[in-house]
């Protein structure tokens, strides 16, 4: 195992890995700031090879997630690692996807972003809540952002709809089409939960076009 002396985006990198899920290296370039693909990729090989992180195949036809290993963890004072769901690794892509895009789009910081996983640690033991993927502030206004792929039980969307209404100033959704009973249920909830917005699922994915 080979050592490396760490440098502020090492950090960085350890810090994003460890508040989302799903983290590909695509996203990493971005989270972290490289002008490049390659250059992201060499530093990246440079932690894998130093024992910081590592990258896995899960899925056939998805790119290698990181994760953080203990030594990572350590030097960050992280307790826990995220355990990544298979049947969610489409799901929690996508919500980074979205991250960047919102970044690309309205000019935020994603260091000004709270990720579900950092608003379920605010909660801390307890009853586990509903939180939204991510939260923001743009233009003096708290957001909230959904990635919702598959359609839930329909009362159960409609609670998150209500809470995100009274916690937040505006909530976005991004679902896979306008041509779903997803989006059919969150245009029925306009009229009255009106900060609700809706992004085409199609429309966050050219941030990578």
């Not at 203990?70 to 991250?99: C, F, G, L, M, P």
């Not at 950092?118 to 957001?143: A, M, N, S, W, Y």
């Not at 839930?152 to 209500?162: G, H, M, P, S, T």
Request: proline share 1%; charged share 30%.
């Amino acid at each position: 195992m080979s050592e490396i002396r760490l440098v502020d985006r090492d950090y960085r990198i350890i810090r994003e890995i460890d508040r989302w899920r799903a983290v590909q290296g695509k996203h990493i370039k971005e989270l972290a700031g490289f002008d490049g693909q390659k250059a992201c990729d060499r530093r990246l090989r440079k932690l894998i090879e130093a024992g910081y992180i590592k990258r896995e195949k899960i899925l056939y036809g998805v790119a290698g997630i990181y994760s953080n290993t203990s030594k990572a963890r350590y030097i960050v004072e992280i307790t826990t690692n995220q355990k990544i769901r298979v049947e969610q690794i489409h799901h929690d892509i996508i919500v980074i996807d979205t991250a960047i895009y919102i970044h690309k789009q309205y000019d935020v910081a994603y260091s000004d972003m709270a990720t579900e996983i950092e608003l379920h640690r605010q909660d801390g033991f307890g009853v586990r809540k509903h939180r939204p993927d991510f939260i923001c502030t743009i233009d003096g206004e708290t957001i909230c952002v959904e990635v919702e792929l598959s359609l839930k039980a329909k009362d159960r969307l409609e609670k998150n709809i209500v809470d995100n209404f009274r916690a937040y100033d505006r909530q976005i959704w991004v679902v896979p089409s306008m041509n779903t009973k997803i989006a059919d249920i969150l245009n029925q909830n306009l009229s009255t939960y009106t900060n609700i917005e809706i992004i085409e699922l199609q429309e966050v994915q050219k941030t990578y076009g």
